[in-house]
């Protein structure tokens, strides 16, 4: 696009490329809503995000200083050398790690965006209606970039999974909390040239942000990462208000908002609340894991041959996939199993829990990559009352989002979190490799029941194996 000299550096034209960022970044947005379009909104929002940013060059003033060209070009060249490859090659197993990571550089690049702003008005004159949004930026920057490395740790399995706790752990927060507003309002009421306030602040907000996700259980992890990513958003757009660019404070709020109501979404699936969530008392009620296999229950291996006749004879058979269909990639095989059936007569339905993997509509963007129709996929609330007209449930890959310890353990870490009620069917077939926990780290008494089976191995090769024996029959 060739830009005639005269409207470069020109506000209104600076104006009218953020409108059509901002445009794309909703247009893009909207594309989000299901799994086919989800990949163009996606570039359709990295469109927008390039035109802000050329926005962002041809605002005048931000290119002076001789120095200032190469240092953008240095960290647009170091940021594509890191974020490139990662993208790249990261695993759709590792996407959630990805996103917290992500999530925490945000929040950490704002924190310290906050920071430069300060030293620039250090000891000099800092007008209230850009102080008080660079130290909210620098309070909830600092909780997400610590709280999202936490996540991260965990879902790498760097740190333990389990809830880690202290005790009087509210009072802490509490503390710490106050410590970060008193410090933000001495800062605001004009002792302002005291930088040992604003480093209190980044410390106390980000022991802050350790100490809030350090006792989340490993089940709740989905509703953290998406808070963290509102604080992200909300941060973000304190810090457009500071430095006066309206296009971080527009993508601030987009992200923002998106994530607060992903949020409110995820903690009603997880019969969480958000207060509790910021509370610090979430999901850790109890450390020890619950074993179910501890009373005498005993686990019935089966065999391809045996799950193959079994579903060759059901009237309605229902498919619960979880994180180990993921990591096997076997929804292509998945696929050919439902077909298999169908040509069989088979009645194939899909049950999909708001959780189940590691992303909000893993299960859809897998099984949509596979083909399988979309109106064969039933969300948790419409197929549990199907399972008791269900002949048999195969469950690929699930683990916490079938535990009827949820239903029927009080002291159980997952107690009120809702379930695939698969324990309602007839006979309910797993396939996982073995008797490991899921991401919750807790025994699932299902395994254990006399209407359950087990067939162990890699899903994809079980379900190979399953399906050549349907079509044998
Ligand atoms: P999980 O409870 O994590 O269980 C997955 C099971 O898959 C494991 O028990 C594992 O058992 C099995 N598995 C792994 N690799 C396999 C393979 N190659 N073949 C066959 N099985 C394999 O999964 P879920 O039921 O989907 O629940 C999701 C959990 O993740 C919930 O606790 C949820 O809160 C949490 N979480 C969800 C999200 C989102 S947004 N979806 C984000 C973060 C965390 P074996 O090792 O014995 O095979």
């Known amino acids: 696009m060739i830009v005639p000299a005269v409207f470069l550096q020109d506000e209104n034209f600076v104006d009218l490329l953020y409108i059509v960022a901002f445009s794309l970044f909703i247009y893009g947005l909207s594309g989000l809503t299901g799994p086919r379009t989800a ?3 996606n570039k359709i929002a990295a469109v927008g995000m390039a035109i802000a940013f050329i926005a962002t060059l041809l605002t005048r003033g931000v290119l002076s200083g001789s120095s200032t060209p190469w240092l953008i070009a240095l960290g647009v060249v170091l940021g594509a050398a890191v974020g490139i490859p990662a993208a790249l090659n990261v695993r759709m197993t590792a996407m959630p790690q990805m996103v917290a990571l992500f999530n925490g550089v945000g929040g950490g690049a704002v924190a310290l965006i906050a920071w430069v702003e300060y030293r620039h008005h250090f000891g000099g004159d800092f007008a209230l209606k850009v102080e008080i949004p660079s ?71 980000g022991v802050l942000g350790l100490m809030v996700v350090l006792p989340i259980g490993g089940a709740d992890m989905p509703v953290v990462i998406s808070l963290l990513n509102a604080f992200t958003g909300l941060s973000a757009a304190a810090t457009g208000i500071a430095l006066n660019n309206t296009a971080l404070i527009v993508a601030g709020m987009i992200v923002g908002a998106s994530g607060s109501i992903l949020t409110n979404l995820m903690a009603k699936a997880m019969n969480r609340s958000v207060p509790a969530i910021v509370a610090g008392g979430f999901g850790g009620a109890v450390d020890a894991p619950v074993s179910a296999g501890s009373d005498g229950g005993t686990v019935r291996a089966t065999s391809a041959q045996d799950v193959a006749i079994q579903l060759s004879f059901a009237r309605l058979v229902v498919i619960a996939p979880g994180y180990g269909m993921a990591v096997a990639q076997a929804q292509h095989a998945v696929r050919e199993l439902e077909r298999a059936l169908e040509a069989k007569g088979v009645e194939v339905k899909y049950a999909i829990h708001p959780v189940a993997g590691r992303m909000p509509g893993h299960m859809n963007v897998l099984l949509a990559e596979a083909d399988v129709p979309y109106d064969l996929l039933r969300e948790m609330d419409d197929i549990n009352p199907e399972f008791s007209r269900t002949d048999v449930t195969l469950v690929i890959g699930a683990n916490d989002v079938t535990n009827p310890a949820a239903k029927n353990e009080p002291g159980s870490p997952i107690y009120g979190m809702p379930i695939l009620e698969v324990d309602r069917s007839a006979a309910v077939v797993v396939l996982k490799r073995s008797m490991a926990s899921g991401f919750a780290g807790i025994d699932n008494p299902l395994f254990y029941e006399p209407k359950t089976s087990m067939l162990f191995g890699d899903a994809k090769t079980s379900v190979t194996e399953v399906t050549s024996e349907v079509q044998a029959l």
Request: glycine share 12%.
């Open 39 to 41: 990949v163009r909104g």
């Open 135 to 205: 130290l909210f930026a620098a309070i909830v920057g600092s909780i997400s970039f610590w709280g999202s490395s936490i996540a991260f740790g965990k879902l790498q399995e760097i740190l333990p999974g389990r809830p880690i706790k202290l005790p009087g752990q509210s009072l802490i927060n509490a503390g710490l909390l106050l410590v970060c507003v008193a410090s933000a309002v001495v800062l605001a009421a004009g002792t302002h040239s005291q930088l040992l306030f604003f480093f209190g602040i980044l410390v106390a907000a």
